[in-house]
């Protein structure tokens, strides 16, 4: 029993450190600029739920998948992080025709790209989902599974109480927070870029 207990204290930390809600939270708000509290929720719902599905689907057949396509952790991490620094470097720019459309299927667009992939459902979320079943019986799958909803169900509050986040910030602070964040998106693209070409060339 203190085993597990040890187990799911390491892979709550592990989550945790790839997926925080509260830094994760400034993100979203930088990406729904304008939207209104329902929608934000929607998308809050739509973009955890995928990731959910995304991590779990690792979780249980994450071998076959990468095998099924011919996927590699490097080009994963490359991919995600081309993609990531895309999106920082518009939020950073204030370019909101893409990523701030009013568009409704643009808005579903931005739950699946990037906040359920690879913001959540990340390079760095799913390595950590895999490594945590690498050997793993089916009580600890199941300890990972648990652990990651948790996770998930924490950012959802997260990213539903955004509303009330700018309420007492301020419009004018969220915005700067937005440049501040796109900055950093635009920084840890960049670093799985890295990551990716370092584990291709084993430097």
């Known amino acids: ?105 643009d808005k579903n667009n931005i739950s699946i790209s990037p906040l359920a992939i690879p913001i959540l459902a990340g390079p760095g979320t799913i390595v950590a989902a895999m490594n945590n ?15 990651f909803a948790l996770m998930i169900y924490l950012t959802y509050l997260a990213f539903s109480f955004s509303d009330l986040i700018v309420k007492k910030v301020g419009t004018n602070l969220i915005s700067v927070i937005g440049k501040l964040m796109g900055l950093v998106l635009a920084i840890i693209g960049t670093g799985m870029i890295v990551d990716g070409i370092k584990l291709t060339f084993k430097l």
């Open 1 to 105: 029993m203190e085993n597990l207990m040890t187990y799911a204290l390491t892979v709550f930390m592990s989550f945790f450190a790839v997926m925080n809600p509260i830094a994760n939270t400034p993100i979203f708000l930088g990406l729904t600029v304008g939207e209104n509290k329902e929608s934000k929720k929607k998308i809050a719902k739509t973009a955890t739920f995928t990731a959910f599905i995304i991590v779990v689907s690792f979780v249980i057949a994450g071998k076959y998948i990468f095998e099924l396509f011919g996927l590699t952790i490097p080009a994963f991490k490359i991919t995600g992080g081309i993609l990531i620094f895309y999106i920082g470097f518009e939020m950073l720019m204030s370019q909101k025709a893409k990523i701030h459309s009013s568009d409704s299927e």
């Open 133 to 147: 079943v690498t050997n793993a019986n089916l009580i600890q799958i199941g300890i990972v599974i648990s652990i």
